[in-house]
Every structure is written in C-alpha cells, then in structure tokens.
C-alpha cells in the first residue's frame, strides 16, 4: 500500500477549520500538520485550499445484492457511493435472502470482501421466528439490528407487541427501527383506492403514508426503548412533529436518537409533479414546512445522523402505476454534494455537517479508527471543490446499476474531486481507481 500526501488542504474536523498538510502510511493517518514540507510519499496531491472532510459513513443503505442484480450490486453501488465521498456504507437485511442468519450474514460479507469499493458493515434483520438468534448475536459482527415496525411485506415484518416487548428487552446492540403505522396506511390507502383505482396519483403518496402514521409508529418504538433500556436508533424521520420525540442534547447522552435522510432535506411534496414515482419512497417525502423543521433540527442534537436509504429501482419498474411502482431512489452518488447546497444556503454550517455525515455515525455505532480527521486513524478522506458556475447532475455518468437520479434536475455548487478510502485512492479525477478494495468495519463494543 502506497503512501499519500495532501499538502495545502482545508481540513474540516471536529468543530474546527484547519489549513495544512495531511501524510498517509499504511492505511491510516500518520501525520497532521500547517506544514509538512519535510516529508515525502509516493504519491502527492496539492489541495490548493480545496476542503478535506472524513469520508462520509453512510449508516443506511440497500445495495441490493443477493437477490436483486437488476437494481443494483455491491460492486456497483459502492462504485456509486466512492464517487460521491461515501467511504463506508452499511447495509440494510432486507435482501433476497433476507439476513437473518448467521449464514446470510457471512454470505454478505464475503461478497463485499471480493467486490466492495468502500468499507462495509451490515445490519442484522428481525423477524417473528429469529428473536433468539438476534438475542445470541456478538455485537462486534453486525453493524446494528433492523426491525420494520411496519409497512414492510413478508417475514421481516415485526408490529404485534407481545414480539416487539421481546425484542426491545433482549436485543444486545444497536436497534434501527423503521416506524410507519400499518393500519393507519391501510386504511388511507382503501379511501384513495376507491376515488382512483390503480391510478392513484404520485402526489398523494405522502397522504396515504402520512404524518400521523409515521408519529404513531416512532411514538410506540421510543415508548418501548424508554421501558426496556433499549439502545433505540429511529430511522429516516420524515416530519415535524417527530422531532418532539426526541431530545436536544449530545449523542454521548442518549439512548434514543434520531436519522434524517438526505431526500427528506432536499425535496418535498411540490417535487412529486416533476418527478413522479421516482419520488416515491418510504416513509414519504412530506410537506416543506416538514422539510424545513428537518433542516433547522440539523443545527441541533435532536437530529443526529445523515443517511441516505439509497434505495435502487429500474427506471421500467419506477414508471408503473402507484400500487406497482416501488419505493427507493438511488442517492449515494450525489448525497455529499447535495447537502453542501445546505450549507451554501446557510441551513448548516460544514463542521456541522461533517459531524452528522462522519463524527456522530461513528460515535454512535461505535466504530473503530473512523470518522474523524486524526492521527493514527484510517484514512477516510474527501477533497472537494467549490466550483465557480454549478454542475449539472447529469454532467457525470451514472454509477449507479439503475442508471437515473432525482436529482437529474438540479445543480450543485461543490463537487467530489478525489476519495479516499483506507489509504487507498478510490476515486480521483473523475476516475474510479478500480484497484481499491474496500475493509470491515470494526466495532468496539
């Protein structure tokens, strides 16, 4: 493994913006300094004052593989997500095979080992017949476990509570939870369904998968966390009125905390005329005034992680009618220069970003030697430039296996010049270095 230096860099880390010179040896970090001009490496990149951030840790991803080739794969989102600045992804149970088993789980990680770009990790799936093996398993070999609390389909739905008081009382690590409530879906879904049959339009989606129905799930998830202990992560919050849930003080204080996602901060319920179905996703994109408490919650401690639920469809499968289009959208090529328009716009400032994307993922999952810009700490780093005019989405090719984006319309005012991933060159000049392999994710738990 090669060394690298980055000289004349902006360094964002840990509250603070420092210029200098950054030497990696060996994978990891081994000097950080104003100046480092009595060193050498193989390899030497000039920032020329350009921002250097940790590599963004994506704790919510489904990159499909085994069981879906023809929306996406490990080889080919992580390509994707290299190319957006994202250096570790972990990586959702609900595949085909769902994970969970210990089988699954070691079938996941063998694929990602031959054919991943990036770090990985991946969640532990929960269904009704599984609860002893989630309750045996070793915290250090899963990312977090996943329970869909509702609006899932087949055996990884878990909403009866004599299942759900079990889990919460005996889950060892980490709990993600997805929080709609079924019924409530249901039951607005039958009164669109009688108004327009099967053509039910792209706008209604977030009032069939509505506020109340995502408030009446979150409520009962962190009711139980509050009963049992448990260590409880909600997933993708979508509303305003969510946020009372949770508290406003620092990740190291709580047991219950929060992930907004990067499609519910830059789009809302006036984007589903343009877009359609590529939209659609679940929980829904709600109101602006619910994509704005989102993002003034940022400044806070109520929300605590970014995410990104890249959630791959086909374009074909995207294009069908409402009951039959799924819900996801490929988000990990253009989720860091996304939420930069954030900062630009004054919603953020970048130390703060950088703490949700990196610092806080890593604190919260406990991961080892990641997340922050520091000696002795692998090198999982991201040079990006503030561009003069905007860029087009589109003026980059597609990594992703389902070859669209959401964001087709939009520009961005920063862009992704060179990622690194544990040492190693991933992406550099518009280029994927497809040499770089990425490593597990280790838990100090």
Same mark, same amino acid.
């Given at each position: ?25 060996? &994978? ?43 929306? &996406? ?32 789980? *070691?079938?996941?990680?063998?694929? !990602? ?9 991946? =969640?532990? &799936? ?9 309750? !045996? ?73 509505? !506020? ?31 946020? *009372? ?18 499609? =519910? ?33 940022? !400044? ?113 005012? =920063? ?14 000049? &518009? ?15």
């Amino acid at each position: 493994m090669g060394s690298l230096l980055i000289r004349n860099a902006r360094m964002i880390n840990e509250g603070q913006v420092r210029e200098g010179d950054l030497l990696v040896r060996q &994978g990891r970090i081994e000097r950080i300094a104003g100046s480092l001009e009595d060193c050498s490496a193989s390899r030497e990149i000039d920032a020329a004052g350009r921002y250097l951030l940790p590599g963004m840790i994506d704790d919510q991803v489904h990159f499909r593989e085994p069981g879906y080739p023809q929306k &996406g794969t490990i080889a080919s989102e992580s390509r994707a997500a290299v190319a957006g600045g994202i250096t570790s992804f972990m990586d959702m149970p609900n595949t085909r095979p769902a994970t969970l088993t210990l089988e699954a789980l *070691a079938e996941k990680k063998r694929r !990602a080992a031959a054919h991943s770009m990036a770090n990985y990790a991946f =969640h532990f &799936g929960v269904s009704r017949d599984n609860l002893d093996t989630v309750a !045996a398993l070793d915290p250090r070999e899963v990312a977090a476990v996943k329970v869909f609390m509702g609006a899932s389909t087949g055996d990884m739905l878990v909403d009866d509570l004599p299942t759900l008081e079990r889990l919460f009382a005996s889950v060892p690590t980490l709990l993600l939870s997805h929080c709609e409530d079924t019924p409530r879906i249901e039951t607005n879904l039958a009164r669109w369904r009688q108004r327009f049959g099967d053509r039910i339009p792209a706008a209604a989606h977030p009032r069939i998968r509505d !506020a109340e129905a995502c408030y009446r799930s979150t409520a009962l998830a962190v009711e139980l966390a509050q009963r049992h202990g448990t260590l409880l992560h909600v997933l993708h919050l979508s509303t305003a009125r969510e946020l *009372a849930l949770f508290e406003d003080k620092p990740l190291c204080q709580k047991r219950i905390t929060a992930e907004v996602c990067v499609h =519910h901060l830059l789009f809302d319920d006036g984007d589903y005329a343009r877009l359609g179905h590529l939209l659609k996703c679940n929980p829904a994109v709600k109101s602006r005034e619910d994509r704005d408490a989102l993002r003034r919650a940022l !400044a806070g401690n109520r929300l605590d992680v970014i995410g990104t639920d890249h959630a791959p469809h086909t374009w074909a499968e995207k294009q069908q009618a409402y009951p039959q289009a799924p819900a996801g959208l490929p988000l990990v090529q253009h989720a860091l220069p996304a939420l930069l328009e954030l900062v630009r716009e004054g919603w953020l400032s970048l130390p703060t970003l950088v703490a949700k994307t990196s610092h806080r993922v890593a604190e919260l999952f406990a991961i080892a030697d990641r997340g922050f810009l520091r000696e002795g700490y692998w090198a999982d780093l991201v040079l990006v430039s503030e561009l003069e005019r905007p860029e087009a989405a589109s003026a980059m090719p597609l990594l992703s296996r389902c070859n669209w984006t959401p964001f087709r319309h939009r520009a961005f005012h =920063h862009r992704v010049d060179t990622t690194v991933v544990s040492g190693q060159l991933a992406w550099h000049a &518009g280029r994927l270095c497809e040499d770089c392999q990425g490593l597990p994710l280790r838990f100090s738990r």
